[in-house]
């Protein structure tokens, strides 16, 4: 049943330029599980971006590999920071983004398309343009867009940053519950601690650069009911809030204490 | 319910009444004042004249402008002269928007290119560009294509450097958003580059238009025999003032329509989106 997806072994990268060369991560070796849920915290600007760019085969590991256990060709879906929907575009035209690129186009692509948003609420600003709609609304069409491409493995790069606090739990409640029950394969990194304990099922804790792998807490929230806003209520809630925020102000503390 | 709405209306109607009172007025003193400006300047250019207090021999005066122009109506100089103009313009603008777009989408291309290139392009452009134009008549003799050339070459390099600006300034994070979704670096162009960068093509075209006009003058002050560059130029060396004049009054409205008809183009687009 835990079947591993995705391993990284002892990814290494560096940025250069001509003043000398910034280790941003060392020695980075995790799995993940189909359908498993997992956060990556850490501190800012310590090298989480980067990891996922070489998920996303975007950037290159210096030395290691990543290995995709189930098909070689995975499909990786990737949600960035802002929605950057194409303002000049429909909805309709900005969630078909994908297959146009990849000239994958097809009635079924559009079919599957059209129940998404009718199933994320949607469907009646289909023809309207990005900005008649709400933060969260864009938010969530971002994500059809990246869900259309049917991806294997879904990574999420802090996709709730720029969205005000309240949107921000609405919408992150919201997105979690539609990954959840797609069953997908996901990993997020945020700097919201308790975002990373209400959505996932294991959180990574990465330290400061040059980043590597602090700890690995698993989260097991005794709730009957799954969703986000009410894991906020887990009674298990706040010792790991508390263990989570020691691991990273530790990070903080090597520097300043 | 409806007489309710009404009051509502009344009331917020009688401060917008005044407001757009106001600013139609505001609209009509300007408007008169503007109009005025022109009549007292034709008024006492044509008193003056009139007075013998200046030399019409020299300074003309609306009168002879007017009758010189009807004159060039009907022995159809104006069209001849005028068209060329207009046509040498439209060919000069058409040729630095292609050039310039193909080579901007080059340099945004390859970086490495654009590093190559960067001095040249900075040189080309800083140089005064009508010191060119004695070598283009050496090169490609008198006429036509003198002169379109001496046209282009006044804005190509701006027009190249601008729009590779503004096409370097796409959003990042957008054109990642393009490779995440399986994309090359040239569907990036044609899906985020290219439309959003509309609004600085638009804006470049405006200032080429001009420059084209200015390219082609001082190709037709050197090396033509016909267009109103040339008209300007003769009309000065006989000491035909009233041709000189009315070809600089006959360029400004070009001008304006030119540049119009940007302005136009601009604001369709801007209704579509």
């Known amino acids: 049943m835990n079947q591993t997806i995705l391993e990284c072994k002892n990814i290494c990268f560096s940025y250069h330029n001509l003043n000398g060369e910034t280790k941003a991560l060392t020695n980075i070796s995790f799995q993940v599980n189909k359908g498993e849920f997992l956060a990556i915290v850490g501190p800012s600007g310590c090298g989480k971006s980067t990891l996922l760019s070489i998920i996303a085969r975007l950037l290159e590991p210096e030395s290691g590999e990543i290995i995709f256990h189930e098909q070689e060709n995975l499909k990786i879906g990737y949600m960035l920071q802002q929605d950057h929907l194409l303002e000049w575009r429909t909805i309709w035209k900005n969630v078909l983004l994908g297959p146009e690129i990849t000239k994958t186009l097809t009635k079924q692509k559009e079919d599957l398309a059209l129940k998404l948003l009718s199933d994320y609420g949607l469907i009646k600003f289909k023809d309207k343009k990005p900005s008649e709609l709400s933060g969260g609304m864009k938010q969530r069409a971002a994500l059809i867009r990246t869900m259309v491409m049917e991806p294997g493995l879904l990574l999420l790069d802090e996709p709730f940053s720029a969205l005000d606090y309240q949107t921000r739990l609405m919408v992150s409640a919201d997105i979690g519950n539609i990954i959840r029950a797609s069953g997908i394969t996901a990993i997020l990194i945020t700097h919201d601690l308790s975002e990373a304990i209400s959505l996932s099922d294991r959180i990574l804790v990465l330290t400061k650069r040059p980043a590597t792998i602090k700890n690995n807490i698993p989260v097991h929230l005794s709730l009957s009911d799954n969703s986000p806003l009410a894991a906020r209520n887990a009674p298990e809630f706040n010792d790991l809030f508390t263990l989570l925020w020691k691991e990273i102000s530790d990070e903080y503390c090597g520097e300043n204490c | ?273």
């Open chain 2, 1 to 273: 319910m409806n007489i309710a709405e009404k009051t509502v209306d009344n009331t917020i109607s009688l401060s917008q009444k005044l407001y757009i009172k106001n600013h139609h007025r505001h609209h009509h003193i300007v408007t008169l004042l503007r109009l005025l400006i022109l009549i007292l300047f034709l008024g006492i250019w044509e008193y003056a004249g009139r007075m013998k207090i200046i030399d019409t021999f020299f300074f003309s005066s609306p009168s002879m402008i007017a009758a010189y122009f009807k004159e060039m109506l009907l022995d159809g100089s104006f069209f001849t002269h005028t068209g060329i103009t207009l046509f040498e313009t439209l060919i000069s603008f058409l040729l630095i928007t292609l050039i310039s777009m193909i080579m901007a989408t080059l340099l945004w291309y390859s970086k490495t290119l654009s590093e190559i290139l960067e001095p040249y392009l900075v040189v080309l452009n800083s140089l005064p560009k009508s010191a060119l134009a004695p070598l283009f008549i050496v090169w490609l003799g008198t006429g036509i294509n003198t002169i379109i050339v001496a046209g282009i070459s006044v804005a190509i390099f701006g027009s190249i450097i601008s729009l590779y600006t503004g096409f370097k300034q796409v959003d990042k994070e957008k054109l990642k958003l393009i490779y995440t979704l399986g994309g090359s670096r040239i569907t990036a162009f044609h899906k985020v580059v290219l439309p959003s960068s509309i609004p600085v093509i638009l804006s470049n075209m405006k200032v080429n238009i001009g420059l084209a006009l200015v390219g082609v003058i001082i190709g037709e002050f050197l090396a033509a025999r016909k267009g109103l560059g040339y008209l300007i130029i003769y009309g000065s060396q006989v000491f035909k003032l009233n041709m000189v004049i009315t070809s600089i009054i006959i360029l400004c409205v070009i001008a304006m329509g030119l540049y119009q008809f940007i302005q136009w183009l601009e604001h369709l687009y801007k209704k579509k989106s």
